[in-house]
C-alpha cells in the first residue's frame, strides 16, 4: 500500500517516469496479494501517469484494466474517474468514436457523485466532440460549462487552459465580436 501512495503522490508531483515506476512494483505485489480493488487504484494511476507522458497506448490499456476492475467490484467513482482519464487519451488521439462511448458512460455517474473536476473534465472532453462533429454552438455551450466548473473546483490551470482553447475556437470560427 505505501508504495502505491507514494506512486500516486510522485504523479501529483509531476515525477511520471518514477510514479510509474514504484506503481509498477505496487501492482505486481498487489496483484500478486489478490487485492483487486487496489490493484484496480494501481492500474488507474498508471493510466494517469501514462497519459502524463504522451504514451496513449498505455494510458488506454491500463485504463481499460482498471474499468473492468472498477466495474466487477462496483466501484463507481473510481470508475468514472478513469473514464475521464481514457477519454482524454482517446481525444488526444483522434478517436472520437470511442469518446463518445466513454462521455455516454461517464456523464451520468459524475452528476451522481457530484465530483465538480471531473463533470469540467468531461464537459471539456465533451466540447472536443462536438468540435469534431462541427458543432459549434454545442462545443461552445461545453467549454463554458468547463470552464465554470473548473472555476468551481478551483483548479485554475485547468481553466484557463479551457478558456485560451475557447478564445482559439471564436478565433477560428470567425465568431469575434
Known sequence: MLLLDYASVLNHLNESDLSIEQNKKAGKLLKDLGDDRLFGISCAVLSNSYLTNRD????????????????????????????????????????????????????????????????????YLKAQYYLNKNDFNLAISNIDQSIELFNLAEHSRFETQVLIDKLNIIIECGNID
Request: glycine share 4%; proline share 1%; with cysteine.
Open 56 to 123: 496513449f497506448t498505455r494510458c488506454i490499456k491500463y485504463g481499460e484494466k482498471s474499468v473492468d476492475i472498477f466495474r466487477k467490484l462496483d466501484m463507481i467513482s473510481y470508475l468514472a474517474k478513469a473514464l475521464s482519464i481514457m477519454g482524454d487519451a482517446f481525444c488526444r488521439t483522434g478517436d472520437y468514436k470511442n469518446l463518445r462511448i466513454i462521455i455516454e458512460e461517464a456523464d451520468p455517474i459524475i452528476k451522481e457523485f457530484d465530483d465538480i473536476f471531473i463533470q469540467a473534465k468531461i464537459s
